[in-house]
């Protein structure tokens, strides 16, 4: 079956623009993650959404970055006057059940964004 | 502050060879652990799991190991395949949220023919 998709794949900044991140969930999953994910580096939790509430935002880096969920399935995540630091893999990641980590997510490919 | 890490970056094993990856945590709260392997150009995948209620846990080829007195763990994948080359990351949920799994620096299994 389909699993997470993201998009777009590879995305390329210059410095103060904004961009925004699409992450398609498995169909029917309760949970959502983000995860931003350095070069050479282990994923960093950003922000989780159980349905279209976002329950836990405590891994934003900063007011520039903004996600929502509004229907419950589709995600969005924003960045806001792009710096060369955000460059980075943004991973999605879904879960069928309510909060991490008791069911198994399943992450999509990955959005790299190289920020010039 | 929480954090999870592991001994060493690089792995190479041969082929047909036995495997151990281990990792370091520092919270001797935290309750669930959780090994990932991430393809280069793909997202992690999940291989297995171990709540801190057991020592060992075994899967298709991995087997998990968690020794909570010294806040170590390690993943042992037996007869080592190409396939199996891979970024491995292993990860924590703190005790502090129920969402948040906070992964590792990864180490790097590299497979010798």
């Known amino acids: 079956g389909a699993g997470v998709s993201q998009s777009p794949r590879y995305k390329v900044a210059k410095r103060g623009q904004d961009v925004a991140l699409r992450c398609d969930p498995i169909s029917g999953h309760v949970s959502l993650f983000w995860y931003q994910q350095a070069l050479g580096q282990g994923p960093e939790f950003l922000t989780y959404?159980?349905?279209?509430?976002?329950?836990?935002k405590s891994g934003l880096p900063s007011d520039r970055f903004f996600a929502e969920r509004p229907e419950g399935s589709v995600s969005t995540l924003k960045i806001q006057r792009t710096q060369q630091e955000d460059s980075a893999v943004y991973l999605c990641?879904?879960?069928?059940?309510?909060?991490?980590?008791?069911?198994?997510?399943?992450f999509g490919p990955g959005t790299r964004l190289t920020v010039t | 502050g929480e954090s999870v890490g592991l001994h060493l970056p690089t792995l190479s094993v041969q082929e047909g060879d036995n495997s151990i990856i281990n990792c370091a945590y520092s919270n001797s709260a935290s309750d669930y652990f959780i090994w990932y392997k991430q393809e280069s150009g793909k997202g992690p995948q999940f291989i297995i799991d171990?709540?801190?209620?057991?020592d060992k846990r075994q899967g298709q080829r991995v087997t998990v190991l968690l020794n909570k007195t010294v806040k170590h763990l390690s993943l042992q994948i037996a007869a080592t395949q190409p396939g199996d080359s891979a970024v491995y990351f292993c990860a924590e949920n703190p005790p502090s949220s129920a969402s948040k799994i906070i992964f590792g620096s990864g180490t790097r299994l590299s497979i010798r023919p």
């Open positions: 171990i709540r801190s209620n057991m």
């Open positions: 990641a879904s879960s069928l059940g309510q909060g991490a980590p008791s069911y198994e997510q399943y």
């Open positions: 959404f159980q349905n279209e509430a976002q329950l836990d």
